[in-house]
């Protein structure tokens, strides 16, 4: 199961980064990606079928529309049965 924390600022306004395992969108350019990990100062993301992971800066990442979960899901799902 893919939970998403959203980015939120702290007391001193620094951008708190999602939890691993999250759905999120990179707002650069509408990728939906699970967080797999933080390096520095970036977010890592996967595909949700998997592949090449790619860097986001924190206050890139938006949590998913409904409408990209569920097109998350369904590619997952696909991909678990061979399609």
Known sequence: MVTMTAPTPDTDGHTISPDVGALVVD???GKVGVVMGHVGLYVQLR?????REWDVPPQDVRPPTP???LSAKVAVAN???GR
Do not use: F, I, L
Request: aromatic share 8%.
């Open 79 to 81: 991909r678990r049965w």
């Open 27 to 29: 707002r650069r350019n």
């Open 47 to 51: 595909p949700p079928r998997g592949g």
């Open 67 to 69: 409408a990209e979960k």
